[in-house]
């Protein structure tokens, strides 16, 4: 099993980072900079990631859903051939952002099912890992839904429940669940949030009021378990629609912006160093970091079991992820649909991930 996983992973990292590549453009020369940790973690360290994964639909259709664009007869043609190599291109990454090991946790959004996870992590040669799936239907118009997976080997799942975000309009179109998952590694518990909140689609402004919504009932949330487990290790990772200087994050969310004086029970918002160098998304020529990284204080402080430090939030930039930006000069995102064009790509957001430090001789006391 260990000689399958090297040579595995020596093939992805081959791909990966194998290449040395001029940026065409100056404003994308962060993504030729590698600062991605490939090395062993062994048994005090874990990885956790989130990805949202661009319309992982499942071909056939649901009658329940609107999910028509995507199948055989649909807008796009979304046949088995073309979902058999997105789930192919998706446990290439997947293998990749582990390093030389599998990675611990991984959360998703736009998942359609839990169908199309499990074909991803079974069908694939991700089934070589012991992966564990949690998902829970959302009431999202098209069906879309959050998810995670995690390592059965290393991870044990405590409980986990779905947070319904509703909106006070009466009229408004219900969105994605918020998933909490109370993890164990070595019997610590951390709590993580997997969050996909609402877009942007009609208009930045006028969505701005739903995206502080889900920020408020996530806020709710987070301060009921401190309130339960005063120095609760709380990782909150997803694409917030938002970017981290955004009312929502800042105002409604509280994601702190700077480490200094910071309280264990504060928020830290791990992606607020890389505002203005970096970017998860790329819309209009213009890199933005709509995916983040939100953590309890005391996972910097490192005083319940856990640390990390900024530098190990990552934004994971293979350069197989990336094409060719014909208008908007340098490097845009290698996505499996362009408008209903199919590319044959991976998605239209980059991977983020976290590694957190187990404290051994703190943690048991």
């Known amino acids: 099993m260990r000689f399958l996983w090297t040579a595995v992973f020596a093939f992805a990292f081959t791909l990966c980072?194998?290449?040395?590549?001029?940026?065409?453009?100056?404003?994308?020369?962060w993504l030729t900079v590698n600062n991605f940790d490939d090395?062993?973690?062994?048994?005090?360290e874990i990885r956790i990631g989130f990805w949202n994964l661009e319309n992982l639909f499942h071909p056939s259709d649901d009658s329940?859903?609107?999910?028509?664009?995507f199948t055989?007869?649909?807008?796009?043609?979304?046949?088995?051939?073309?979902?058999?190599k997105k789930l192919k291109n998706l446990s290439k990454v997947i293998t990749a952002v582990g390093g030389w090991e599998p990675i611990e946790i991984m959360g998703f959004c736009e998942v359609e099912n839990k169908q199309v996870v499990e074909d991803l992590i079974y069908n694939t040669p991700l089934k070589k890992t012991n992966y564990g799936i949690i998902h829970v239907e959302s009431p999202d118009n098209r069906g879309i839904d959050v998810a995670l997976i995690y390592n059965r080997d290393k991870i044990k799942i405590d409980t986990f429940q779905a947070i319904t975000v509703d909106f006070l309009e009466p009229d408004s179109r219900p969105t994605r669940d918020i998933l909490h998952v109370e993890a164990l590694f070595r019997k610590k518990k951390i709590h993580i949030f997997i969050n996909h909140w609402p877009s942007r689609y009609g208009g930045h402004l006028v969505t701005v009021p739903k995206r502080n919504r889900a920020a408020d009932i996530l806020r709710s949330h987070v301060d009921s378990v401190f309130r339960s487990e005063p120095n609760a290790n709380i990782a909150i990772l997803g694409d917030f629609n938002d970017h981290p200087n955004d009312e929502s994050m800042l105002?409604?969310?509280?994601?702190?912006?700077?480490?200094?004086?910071?309280?264990?029970?504060a928020l830290y918002n791990m992606m607020w160093p890389k505002m203005g160098s970096e970017g998860?998304?790329?819309?209009?020529?213009?890199?933005?970091?709509?995916?983040?990284?939100?953590i309890s204080g005391n996972l910097l402080h490192g005083?319940?079991?856990?640390?990390?430090?900024?530098?190990?939030?990552?934004?994971?930039?293979?350069?197989?992820?990336?094409?060719?930006?014909?208008?908007?000069?340098?490097?845009?995102?290698?996505?499996?649909?362009?408008g209903m064009r199919y590319n044959g790509g991976y998605s239209d957001h980059l991977p983020i991930l976290l590694d957190l430090q187990f404290l051994e001789k703190q943690a048991v006391k």
């Open 303 to 338: 005083t319940n079991g856990f640390k990390t430090t900024p530098e190990n939030a990552v934004i994971f930039k293979a350069p197989f992820l990336l094409e060719e930006d014909r208008t908007h000069l340098g490097k845009k995102l290698n996505r499996t649909y362009i």
């Open 39 to 44: 090395s062993y973690r062994g048994e005090n």
């Open 280 to 294: 998860t998304h790329k819309y209009q020529g213009h890199w933005g970091i709509l995916d983040q990284i939100v």
């Open 251 to 265: 105002e409604h969310l509280h994601a702190k912006t700077d480490t200094a004086n910071l309280p264990d029970t």
């Open 17 to 29: 980072f194998g290449q040395s590549q001029k940026a065409t453009d100056t404003a994308d020369a």
């Open 64 to 69: 329940l859903k609107n999910d028509d664009s």
């Open 72 to 84: 055989p007869s649909g807008n796009n043609h979304f046949n088995w051939y073309k979902y058999n």
